[in-house]
Each structure stands twice: as structure tokens, then as C-alpha cells.
């Protein structure tokens, strides 16, 4: 379902209808001490959001696919199992595995695998605009009005993964990120009219923020139920504990912003730091693997109860979301790929990892009439539809003796939908128990 | 009458001591015993899986074929190279039952792999075999288990 834009334009008629001529071009910024959620919901409301119930809708948008991006998690790369056939111990695997792909093997019994991983997201776009020179106006003949935002957002994460095997087919594991996100930008807003000549805004907010900690920590269990040569199934449960934030709300009585003057400058705080979604998630998986020689396609596929997904509220203009009432959406998580043993210490994987976001949000990017008198607009349309988001992975793992492993990878975005990542380079050391 | 009763008493103690004694046989000694015709089963077996052992720990697939004749030795060969080492011990073996010149046979084996990529590996596992006199020797025809 297609909501009515929160448009600027509504910002620029009421401005029209009661202007006061712009005294010079005003520079704000974020008061001290605010977290990265509230610089993204405060650079975006100053620019291309246009309203704090679009505004909302793009902090929804990114805590639901930011902070649920997929984080490199190593399961382990030396597998030996027992070969009844053949009477010995053999590596049910030549290969050392994908790094963005769950594989059916598991550690062994009483054997520890962990892995430290360093992995640095720098997004680009969003709906296929570039998130540094995002922009929405009109110029129609009542007035031009123009808002950019030029957007800098990164996300670091440190993770530490760990698994155990409780039995020979039975794993538990942890994966602890620790993250940093940085949100650095600019958004101006411009509206004068083209038949006065009168400039009745010109202004410009700077943030630069970041906020870091314990983000939100996933619990596993894996079991490989099936082993019939050449194929490995296998089952695993992800319960993702929101350790990270808990703050996902408005505050509609916050703070003003500093250099604040005129309207709509009521700062509205969510308060988040942009490292969890805010909601305990469950994510249930069937894993599956072929041997073929050096060869070995794998694939993953399942489902994730992420939560009720957005809340709108309808309203006369616009359909907003409702931060305290939304959760996340659910997901449907497919990955493919396969891996391979170059030799006997190096290990390559290419993966497709999918996942469809549910009755989520979706941002539409276009011109439509709006207004009245009807005059063009450019911007986002907030839409409650399934997003897909496609990612492909490249990963090497390097046996350096004994049972390290090092571990390189890089993703990136197959398609524009939702927000894109650019290419994130992941660099990890492993070692097994 | 004293007398009596007291070589009584010694004899019951004997008798006691005489079932406690037989109690304490292995049960490979117990299964002897009991069946007379598996004691040169059980030397020949053992004598196999002596064989077995070496040719698992030489890392020879064609020795292992040799005792094992329906082994995948490509795959035995395949599994061999990426050892650098391989340590067996056989212990707890015990003929279960004979049926002409078959048998069925457990033991248990512990391996320990030192792999030429990663750390040394070390499983135990109870292996149930069918085992057949050939030509004087006993080989491998297959695992139950």
C-alpha cells in the first residue's frame, strides 16, 4: 500500500501562506552529546525528510536493514568426522567453508571453534539514490523549494564468534558484535519565491556523531541431522538478544537543536545509537551442502521472526510511521553460493545472500503532482511493501599452520533496493580447539 | 560331629570361592568356556587385527585391502595423504559368535590423526566387523557398526 508523501512541499506551502523573509542563511547543528540515531534522525529531518513522520520512516528503514546487516560469523573451518566405510578419521570437508554461509558441518564433539572478525560498511544508497546527494523540491511557479542531504554513514563491527560442539552433530554457539557507527553529514533547505524573489529560507545542519558498544548479541544452535554422501543437511536457530538498543521511539518533548530559528525546528530524539534493532528476533534456518570433489555448493534458507513489522498511521496528508509502535519486519533468508579448496590450505567461497523484508518499508524515488494548487514534486514516497535485499559475497580463508585460519571477504550490494552498501572489505583470524 | 561340621564348612567355602573364581574370567574367556571352538577363532582374529593395525598405521591402502578386501581403496589412499600420521590401538576385542568359518567380532579402536593441515585429531569408537577364515588367514568382510 502506497502512502501519500510526507512532502516538503507542505513545509514550503505553509511557509508561503505565512512567510517571513529569511534573514541570511542559518547553520544548526545537533545539541553535544547527541547519539548517531539522533544525528540521522535530525539531518534527515532537516533535509530531505521534510517531516518528522518521514523522518521516522527513514530511521525505521535504517534500523531495520542497518542494523540487521549481515555480520561475518565463522563456524568453524576443520571438520573430521569418523568414515565407517573406510575405518579412519577423514576431514568431511576439504574446504574450510564460506564465511557468509552456514555449512551443515559442525566442530565435533568438545571441539571449540573461535574467530575474531573485523568487518566496515560504508552505505551508499537508499532506493537507489546516493545517500551523499540525496535530494527532494519543486519548482513550481508559486515557489522553488529545494531540500539535499548529504549523508555519511558507517557502521564498524568487531565480531567474536564462538562454538562448541555439545556432540558430534550438535552445536552451540555466540556471536558478540561490538559496534561503532559514525553518521557524519549535511542537509540544506532553500525555498524562495520565483515571483517575489523573496528567499524565505536558506539554511544549513552539519552533524558529525557516532556512538559505539556492545551491539545486539545472536545465540546459535546447529544440528547436522542428515550426512548421505554427497549431501549435509543441517538446522540451525539464531535468537538475536537486542542488547544493543532499546531505544527505538520518539521523544516529541526533546530538545531544540542549537542555531534552531522559525518553525519546525522541535527536535525530536529517539535517543538510539544505531547498533540493534530494539527487538528480540528468531531466525530459523535449514542448511544444506554437496560434495563434489573440490567443490562444494551449499545453501541456506529460512525464515526470521523479526517482529511485527511498521506501524503507519494514517493520517490526512500522509501515512507516517510510528516508531514506538513499530518492530521490525519478518524475513525470508535465502543464500546460495558455493565454496571451494584451492589446495589444501585455501579455501574460496562466492555467495548470494538474499533476504526479503515483509510488509516493510520501502522508499519510492520520483515526481509526482502534490500540493495545491498541483505543482511537481520530487521525493520519497513512504510505501508499506516486501523489500529485497541482495548482497554477493567473495571470501578466502588461509590455513597458517596448525588450526589458524585467516580469513578475508568482501560484500557487496546485487541490487538498489532498500539501503546499498558499497563494497565492505572483512578481515578475520580463526582458530580451532 | 565337630569334625564334621567343619569339613562341611570348608567345603561350602570352597565351593564359594570356586564360583567367585569363575565369576572373575574375561568374558572372551567366559565365551571360550563356554564354546570350546572360538578360542583358535579369537587367535586368529587377533592376529588380524594386529595385521589391520600396521597396515592402517603404514598408511598403506593396498595392505588395508589385503585384510579388507571390500574397501574403496582410492578413497582409503585419498584419506591416507592427508595424514602425516596415524596412531591405532586396538583393545576390548571380543568374538561374539562363530558360524563356520565366519565370525562376528567386536574391538575398539582409538585413532589419533596428526593431519598435514591442522592439529592432531584423536576418536575412539566400538566397531562390530563379520570376519571369514580365508585360506588359513582370517580377513575383513565387512562393519556392522
Redesign the interface.
Known amino acids: 500500500m502506497v502512502r501519500w508523501p510526507a512532502v516538503s512541499v507542505f513545509t514550503g506551502v505553509l511557509l508561503l501562506t505565512a512567510p517571513s523573509p529569511a534573514r541570511g542563511q542559518t547553520i544548526g547543528r545537533p545539541p553535544a552529546g547527541s547519539t548517531a540515531g539522533d544525528a540521522l534522525y535530525d539531518l534527515l529531518l532537516q533535509g530531505v525528510a521534510g517531516s518528522s513522520n518521514q523522518a521516522a520512516g527513514f530511521q525505521a528503514i535504517f534500523r531495520d536493514q542497518l542494523m540487521t546487516f549481515p555480520l561475518a560469523s565463522s563456524a568453524g573451518g576443520?571438520s573430521?568426522t569418523?568414515?565407517?566405510?573406510?575405518?579412519?578419521?577423514?576431514?568431511h570437508s576439504r574446504s574450510f567453508g564460506p564465511m557468509f554461509a552456514e555449512r551443515p558441518l559442525t566442530s565435533?564433539r568438545r571441539k571449540a571453534n573461535v574467530s575474531v572478525a573485523y568487518q566496515r560498511t560504508r552505505f551508499d544508497s537508499i532506493s537507489g539514490q546516493p545517500l551523499r546527494a540525496l535530494a527532494t523540491g519543486t519548482d513550481g511557479s508559486n515557489f522553488t523549494a529545494r531540500s539535499t542531504t548529504a549523508l555519511d554513514l558507517t557502521t564498524e563491527n568487531t565480531i567474536l564468534t564462538v562454538s562448541y560442539g555439545l556432540a558430534s552433530r550438535v552445536d552451540v554457539g555466540l556471536v558478540l558484535p561490538f559496534g561503532r557507527t559514525t553518521v557524519e553529514g549535511t542537509s540544506t533547505n532553500f525555498i524562495r519565491s520565483p515571483v517575489t524573489g523573496v528567499t524565505f529560507e536558506d539554511s544549513t545542519y552539519v552533524v558529525d556523531s557516532s556512538s559505539s558498544g556492545v551491539a545486539d548479541i545472536t545465540l546459535r544452535g546447529k544440528v547436522w541431522f542428515l550426512a548421505t554422501p554427497p549431501l549435509d543437511l543441517g538446522a540451525s536457530v539464531d535468537l538475536r538478544l537486542p542488547l544493543g538498543d532499546d531505544q527505538w521511539r520518539d521523544k516529541p518533548d526533546g530538545r531544540p537543536y542549537e542555531g534552531c530559528v522559525g518553525n519546525g525546528c522541535s527536535h525530536q530524539t529517539a535517543g538510539n545509537k544505531l547498533l540493534g534493532v530494539g527487538h528480540t528476533q528468531t531466525k530459523i534456518l535449514l542448511l544444506g551442502a554437496v560434495k563434489a570433489g573440490r567443490f562444494s555448493p551449499h545453501f541456506n534458507v529460512g525464515y526470521t521472526f523479526g517482529g511485527s513489522g511498521p506501524h503507519f498511521e494514517p493520517i490526512i496528508f500522509e501515512g507516517y510511521v510510528d516508531l514506538n509502535r513499530s518492530q521490525p519486519p519478518n524475513e525470508i533468508n535465502y543464500t546460495a553460493g558455493v565454496d571451494v579448496a584451492v589446495s589444501?590450505?585455501l579455501t574460496i567461497a562466492a555467495d548470494m545472500v538474499g533476504r526479503t523484508l515483509r510488509d516493510s518499508i520501502k522508499l519510492d524515488y520520483g515526481t509526482r503532482l502534490a500540493g495545491n494548487p498541483p505543482q511537481p514534486f520530487t521525493g520519497f514516497v513512504v510505501a508499506s511493501r516486501n523489500v529485497r535485499l541482495l548482497l554477493g559475497a567473495v571470501s578466502g580463508k588461509v590455513?597458517i599452520g596448525?588450526?589458524w585460519l585467516i580469513n578475508g571477504s568482501v560484500l557487496f550490494a546485487l541490487n538498489d533496493e532498500g539501503v546499498s552498501p558499497g563494497v565492505t572489505p572483512v578481515i578475520g583470524l580463526e582458530r580451532?580447539f | 560331629m565337630n569334625s564334621n561340621w567343619q569339613r562341611r564348612s570348608w567345603t561350602v567355602i570352597a565351593l564359594i570361592l570356586a564360583v567367585a573364581l569363575e565369576a572373575r574370567v574375561s568374558p572372551l574367556q567366559a565365551a571360550a568356556v563356554r564354546q570350546p571352538h572360538t578360542q583358535p577363532v579369537e587367535i586368529g582374529v587377533r592376529e588380524m587385527l594386529q595385521r589391520y593395525s600396521q597396515a592402517?598405521e603404514s598408511r598403506d591402502a593396498e595392505a588395508?585391502k589385503r585384510i579388507?578386501p571390500s574397501?574403496?581403496v582410492e578413497?582409503?589412499a585419498r584419506?591416507?595423504r592427508?595424514m602425516r600420521e596415524?596412531k591405532i590401538a586396538i583393545d576390548a576385542a571380543r568374538v561374539l559368535s562363530v558360524k563356520g568359518s565366519t565370525a562376528r567380532v567386536s574391538f575398539r579402536?582409538t585413532?589419533t590423526?596428526t593431519?598435514?593441515?591442522?592439529?592432531a585429531?584423536t576418536?575412539t569408537?566400538t566397531?562390530v566387523m563379520q570376519v571369514r577364515r580365508d585360506g588359513g588367514v582370517w580377513v575383513i568382510d565387512g562393519?556392522e557398526?
Open positions: 576443520f573430521w569418523f568414515d565407517p566405510t573406510l575405518g579412519v578419521l577423514v576431514r565435533g589444501d590450505r590455513n596448525g588450526l580451532a | 592402517l588395508v579388507q574397501i574403496p578413497s582409503l584419506a591416507f592427508d596415524l579402536v585413532q590423526v593431519p598435514k593441515v591442522g592439529a585429531q576418536t569408537v566397531r562393519f557398526r
